[in-house]
C-alpha cells in the first residue's frame, strides 16, 4: 500500500480518542465493583479440603467456620487450574448477608482498576489533543516554552545542589 490515504475513515479518528475514553472508564468501574464485593464481605476463613469430584476435580467439599462460628461443609465449584485435593487448606471469602462463600482468589481487582486508569488517562490526554487541534490550536509555541521551563528547571536545580 503506497498511498498516503489513512485505511481509517476520518469520523472513526475522531471517534476513536473517546471511544478508549469511555473504555477505560467502564473497566475502572468493573474493577471498582469486584474491589467493593471482596471487602463486602464477612473476610477470609480457613477451610479443609474434605471430599473432590472424582472427574477433574472440579468440586470440592469444603469444611469451614463461619464468622458465626458454625461449622460448615459446602461444594464449590473451581475453575482455577488449580489442583485441590482431599485435606488440603485453602481460604473462604464469606457474605452471611447473601449467604454465599467461595474460594478466594486473591486480589483481581486490581488488574482491571490499572489498565482501566491509565486507558482513561490516554483516552483524555488523546480527547483534549484532538480537540486543541481540531480548533485550531497548534502546539509549536507550547513545546517551545516547555522546553524553556524545562532547561531554566535544570539549571535552578544544579544551582540549588
Do not use: C
Given at each position: 500500500?503506497?498511498?498516503?490515504?489513512?485505511?481509517?475513515?476520518?469520523?472513526?479518528?475522531?471517534?476513536?480518542?473517546?471511544?478508549?475514553?469511555?473504555?477505560?472508564?467502564?473497566?475502572?468501574?468493573?474493577?471498582?465493583?469486584?474491589?467493593?464485593?471482596?471487602?463486602?464481605?464477612?473476610?477470609?476463613?480457613?477451610?479443609?479440603?474434605?471430599?473432590?469430584?472424582?472427574?477433574?476435580?472440579?468440586?470440592?467439599?469444603?469444611e469451614?467456620?463461619?464468622?458465626?462460628?458454625v461449622?460448615?461443609?459446602?461444594?464449590?465449584?473451581h475453575?482455577?487450574?488449580?489442583?485441590?485435593?482431599?485435606?488440603?487448606?485453602?481460604?473462604?471469602?464469606?457474605?452471611?448477608?447473601?449467604?454465599?462463600?467461595?474460594?478466594?482468589?486473591?486480589?483481581?481487582?486490581?488488574?482491571?482498576?490499572?489498565?482501566?486508569?491509565?486507558?482513561?488517562?490516554?483516552?483524555?490526554?488523546?480527547?483534549?489533543?484532538?480537540?486543541?487541534?481540531?480548533?485550531?490550536?497548534?502546539?509549536?509555541?507550547?513545546?517551545?516554552?516547555?522546553?524553556?521551563?524545562?532547561?531554566?528547571?535544570?539549571?535552578?536545580?544544579?544551582?540549588?545542589?
Amino acid at each position: 500500500m503506497t498511498s498516503s490515504k489513512s485505511w481509517l475513515p476520518e469520523a472513526a479518528l475522531r471517534w476513536l480518542p473517546l471511544v478508549v475514553l469511555v473504555g477505560g472508564l467502564a473497566v475502572v468501574w468493573t474493577g471498582v465493583s469486584m474491589a467493593a464485593d471482596v471487602h463486602r464481605s464477612a473476610g477470609l476463613f480457613p477451610g479443609r479440603v474434605v471430599a473432590t469430584d472424582v472427574r477433574e476435580h472440579l468440586t470440592a467439599d469444603v469444611e469451614y467456620t463461619g464468622p458465626d462460628g458454625v461449622t460448615r461443609t459446602e461444594t464449590f465449584e473451581h475453575h482455577q487450574g488449580r489442583v485441590i485435593v482431599p485435606g488440603r487448606r485453602v481460604q473462604i471469602r464469606v457474605w452471611p448477608d447473601e449467604r454465599r462463600a467461595e474460594f478466594d482468589q486473591g486480589d483481581e481487582h486490581t488488574g482491571p482498576i490499572v489498565a482501566g486508569s491509565l486507558l482513561t488517562l490516554l483516552g483524555a490526554g488523546a480527547t483534549v489533543l484532538l480537540f486543541l487541534w481540531h480548533h485550531g490550536v497548534r502546539l509549536e509555541k507550547s513545546r517551545a516554552r516547555l522546553e524553556r521551563w524545562w532547561l531554566l528547571s535544570w539549571w535552578w536545580l544544579s544551582r540549588w545542589r
